[in-house]
């Protein structure tokens, strides 16, 4: 009997249990949350629910991947919607920009701007659509531990100019200044800085344009609920509130795990969906860990932290968008401020998530329910978040209060934050990372942690600091690469489950 153990419950341990399953592993999956999800917690306060995790949800094929490895069909889990628009850009002089729709309707809000760049989209996306079909549909489900994978595929990255930024991806089609900002925005959702991010990043363009941006009715957490019940339907063991303390290792090979609460949990493969840096650190013997990793940990550069305002208003505010990108004044500055100088400037740009705008169960009657995302430096920073949070959350509330919410002093409910530090105690991310490594060139394909742990026999990682990086198709991609690189299961159980899956 081939027993897989699965460490933490975020979307790529969810996913990573399915894959296992599906190939005929007994599956504990282990995660030290109160309910699943990673990140993707739901919270609770006064009647108003929060998406804690992601809530742009593209590429919805990999979801139902999924559910059709077991023969089951997404649609009768979860009710996903189309939104439009899937961002609405608001610009510090009131004039905004939606994204989304057809093609058409893009271009039409380009030309609002510069209709010169109205053809420098089709360029951009043309440019977009090259690199989705190698970057995704070639390299995302690839393995790549061993260094003649990322060799044959130099010659195609180089030729796409994956050297290059987003940034200077996005400016070579664009000319507007505002565009340029829509536009080269989405690494800050996987946790890049746009100037450093490598350009493969820019396939994010056209996968929403093949596929659209999606909201789950009930959120996220509904759609992490949809995944709980089929995991339980297939067999997978889940144990929450629960946190893996190591993995126990025996001549250089994995034989189960151990936790906080000195528990042995046996095992013949083990998948990690915990940060790679915390994985290598704090989790494994420092004679198993290959120098490869132990120099990718002691090196590594992290994404920035995340501060997240949570709210409800005992108004609605109905002319707001399900997701609007708040520019503050600056833009490669503050970028520079928070990554490269890692300091909390007074400025800010915001993400304000009104899921109420979709599903009005998020909030009592008449009401709202929201959260407002800052990125910030991360926990290298000199930075005091008992000082500085109350601060930011002044700050945010009237900078809310002045443009798009006004009467937000005084119809604010219920607000409570995340900071960093949160993130590095709740979910184990070593400096609070919001998206754990940065996705910078140097940090990519092979240069990433690898999916075939660079350690001991039966390990294997996945999630956001894995191969190929953060963001929910990459997680879950994270996990199709164990299709390639994780043994088949022996045993009764493998063959009852093959027989019943036929």
């Keep these: 009997m081939s027993r897989a153990v699965v460490i933490g419950g975020g979307f790529g341990g969810i996913a990573a249990a399915l894959r296992a399953r599906a190939k005929g592993y007994d599956v504990t999956l282990i995660d030290r949350c109160p309910r699943l999800g990673g990140r993707a917690q739901v919270f609770e306060r006064g009647g108003y629910r929060h998406d804690a995790g992601p809530t742009v949800l593209t590429a919805p094929f990999l979801f139902e991947e999924l559910f059709s490895l077991f023969g089951k069909n997404l649609s009768d889990y979860a009710d996903l919607r189309l939104l439009a628009p899937w961002y609405r850009f608001r610009y510090m002089d009131g004039t905004t920009f939606d994204y989304g729709g057809t093609a058409e309707d ?274 290298h920073a000199d930075i005091d978040w008992e000082v500085e949070a109350p601060r930011l959350q002044a700050r945010v509330v009237q900078a809310l209060d002045q443009s798009i919410l006004p009467g937000l002093k005084t119809s604010i409910r219920e607000d409570f934050y995340m900071t960093p530090v949160d993130f590095e105690q709740n979910y184990l991310s070593p400096a609070g990372a919001g998206f754990s490594i940065a996705p910078i060139f140097s940090q990519s394909a092979w240069f990433r942690f690898h999916n075939k742990a660079e350690g001991p026999e039966g390990l294997y990682l996945v999630g956001a600091g894995a191969h190929p990086g953060a963001g929910l198709p990459g997680v879950i991609s994270s996990a199709k690469v164990l299709e390639h690189i994780l043994p088949a299961a022996v045993g009764p159980s493998a063959e009852r489950f093959s027989a019943a899956a036929e």
Excluded: C
């Design 106 to 379: 893009t271009k039409r809000e380009i030309a609002r701007f510069n209709p010169e760049d109205a053809d420098g989209y089709d360029r951009l996306l043309e440019a977009s659509h090259s690199i989705y079909k190698v970057g995704f549909e070639q390299l995302s489900d690839h393995p790549f531990h061993e260094f003649g994978s990322m060799m044959g595929q130099v010659s195609n990255l180089l030729q796409l100019g994956a050297y290059r930024s987003v940034w200077d991806l996005v400016s070579k089609h664009i000319k507007h200044d505002k565009i340029r900002q829509a536009f080269s925005i989405q690494p800050l959702l996987v946790g890049g800085n746009p100037f450093d991010t490598t350009s493969i990043y820019a396939l994010i363009h056209f996968l929403e344009r093949a596929h659209g941006v999606h909201f789950a009715m009930g959120g996220t957490g509904a759609l992490v609920d949809a995944f709980e019940r089929l995991m339980r339907e297939q067999g997978i063991q889940i144990r929450l509130n629960t946190t893996v303390s190591g993995i126990d290792v025996e001549d250089d090979r994995v034989t189960g795990v151990r936790t906080e609460d000195g528990q042995h949990v046996a095992a013949d493969a083990v998948i990690s969906n915990a940060d790679p840096v915390h994985l290598y650190s704090k989790m494994l013997p420092a004679s198993s860990v290959k120098t490869s990793a132990r120099l990718k940990a002691r090196h590594h550069k992290q994404s920035m932290g995340l501060f997240v305002l949570f709210f409800g208003t005992d108004r609605q505010y109905s002319d707001i968008a399900h997701h609007t990108i708040w520019l503050g004044p600056r833009y490669r500055s503050l970028l520079t401020d928070i990554f490269h100088k890692k300091t909390l400037a007074d400025d800010f740009s915001i993400y304000l998530h009104r899921p109420t705008a979709t599903d009005p169960s998020f909030a009592p009657p008449g009401h709202d329910s929201f959260y407002a995302l800052v990125p910030v430096p991360n926990l």
